[in-house]
């Protein structure tokens, strides 16, 4: 049995795209696996918060020290990061925001990365000192962006600061089986628009159909 976790960041509600389809993903996979397991976080609509100093306090002191004040800062993110560690496969939706990510799922990444929970920290180990935690995940990400032409060799290449950095963090952590699923060209008018997604509905059937099947097997 695969546990899904299923993230949405648009703080758009019907007419959010990415939102729309992370649902068709999952009740894609669903209708295939109905006994699989779905969590939802709707951050778009419930922001996790920033981190803040007593947060930084907490994640930089052992455990076993925390005060009951410390703990309190530091308990949403252990939710957040066991909810991540339970799940074999994410499908997150995360619009482009100015190039990068939308600001709530930034707060997000930061909440969940974690020396000791998520990644190790060796420092005597020269080679590895960063040892990611986050082993055997799969990870779909679903875009949603108003332009186009920021895939490699297209004229924003250099303004993507959205897929290269969620590779980024997300590998850091050991999750480096990421599939971007892109629908874009909404500033392009309907047509364009309506290709998009038609485009990004084909793509999400073929990978349900192949990694639900393969999840399952494992
Ligand atoms: C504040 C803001 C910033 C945006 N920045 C970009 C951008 O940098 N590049 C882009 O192609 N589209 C940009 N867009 C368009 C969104 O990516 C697009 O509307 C997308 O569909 C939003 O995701 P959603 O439909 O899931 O809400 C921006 C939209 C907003 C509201």
């Known amino acids: ?18 939102r729309r389809l992370t649902r068709e993903f999952v009740e894609q996979w669903k209708r295939l696996h109905p006994s699989d397991i779905v969590t939802y976080r709707d951050i778009g609509h419930n922001p996790v918060p920033h981190i803040d100093e007593p947060w930084i ?22 939710q957040l990061v066991d909810e991540f560690l339970a799940a074999d496969v994410y499908v997150m939706g995360v619009p482009m925001y100015n190039f990068s990510v939308p600001s709530v799922f930034k707060a ?6 974690r020396i000791g929970r998520t990644v190790a920290f060796e420092p005597d180990d020269a080679a590895h000192v960063y ?19 920021f895939e490699s060799g297209g004229r924003y ?27 874009e060209k909404s500033e392009y008018g309907e047509e364009k628009l309506t290709e998009s ?16 099947q393969e999840a399952e097997g494992q």
Do not use: C, W
């Not at 455990?63 to 530091?74: D, W």
């Not at 997000?108 to 990365?113: A, G, R, S, T």
């Not at 250099?158 to 050991?174: Q, W």
């Open 157 to 183: 290449e250099k303004m993507n600061h959205h897929d290269p950095s969620l590779i980024a963090v997300f590998e850091f952590i050991g999750v480096t089986d990421i599939t971007f699923i892109h629908v």
């Open 1 to 18: 049995m695969t546990h899904l976790l299923h993230i949405d960041s648009s703080p758009r509600g019907d007419q959010s795209h990415s």
């Open 131 to 149: 040892k990611p935690l986050v082993l055997g995940k799969k990870m779909f990400v679903i875009e949603a962006r108003g332009d186009s032409g």
């Open 57 to 78: 306090a907490a994640a930089f002191t052992p455990p076993e020290q925390h005060t009951s004040e410390l703990q309190e800062a530091i308990r949403l993110s252990n």
């Open 197 to 212: 997604i038609a485009h990004a509905q084909t793509q999400i059937a073929q990978l349900v159909s192949t990694h639900s």
């Open 108 to 113: 997000y990444i930061d909440q969940l990365v």
